[in-house]
């Protein structure tokens, strides 16, 4: 398995582990750009949203779902964030891992 996230969900790879649960794996950022930085990804692999179908409808709906949850863990919620998926290279996607992230200052 040569996917980075795809090692770092399934433990091959170390990280900095914020959050588990069945469908989804969240870590800090390694190069934070803001003060909470983590990415929320799900195990599995999906490359981008131009990768996503009709399949992975539910599945995405959990990821903000686990978004909202992991705000509220780290103190963010009630002061705001902002989420961020990047896709493609023009769009910034460095990582071919579907994944949000989350940051606050
Ligand atoms: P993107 O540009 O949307 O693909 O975002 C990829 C993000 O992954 C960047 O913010 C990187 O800092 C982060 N990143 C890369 N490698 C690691 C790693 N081993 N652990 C944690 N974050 C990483
Ligand atoms: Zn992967």
Redesign the pocket.
Same mark, same amino acid.
Do not use: W
């Given at each position: 398995m040569s996917c $980075? !996230?795809c090692q770092?969900a399934n433990k091959e *790879?170390?990280? %900095?582990e914020v959050f588990e649960d069945d469908q989804f794996f969240v !870590? *800090? %950022?390694?190069?934070? *750009?803001t003060r909470i #930085?983590v $990415?929320i990804i799900p195990k599995r692999h999906i490359e981008s949203v131009n990768h996503m179908d009709e399949e992975d409808v539910e599945l995405v709906g959990t990821l903000f779902l686990t978004a909202k949850r992991m705000a509220e863990q780290l103190g963010v919620a009630d002061s705001g964030y902002r989420l961020? @998926?990047?896709v493609g290279r023009g769009g910034?996607?460095? @990582? %071919?891992h579907l #994944?949000v #992230?989350l940051m606050a200052d």
């Amino acid at each position: 398995m040569s996917c $980075l !996230f795809c090692q770092i969900a399934n433990k091959e *790879k170390e990280s %900095d582990e914020v959050f588990e649960d069945d469908q989804f794996f969240v !870590f *800090k %950022d390694i190069n934070p *750009k803001t003060r909470i #930085h983590v $990415l929320i990804i799900p195990k599995r692999h999906i490359e981008s949203v131009n990768h996503m179908d009709e399949e992975d409808v539910e599945l995405v709906g959990t990821l903000f779902l686990t978004a909202k949850r992991m705000a509220e863990q780290l103190g963010v919620a009630d002061s705001g964030y902002r989420l961020e @998926i990047n896709v493609g290279r023009g769009g910034g996607q460095i @990582i %071919d891992h579907l #994944h949000v #992230h989350l940051m606050a200052d």
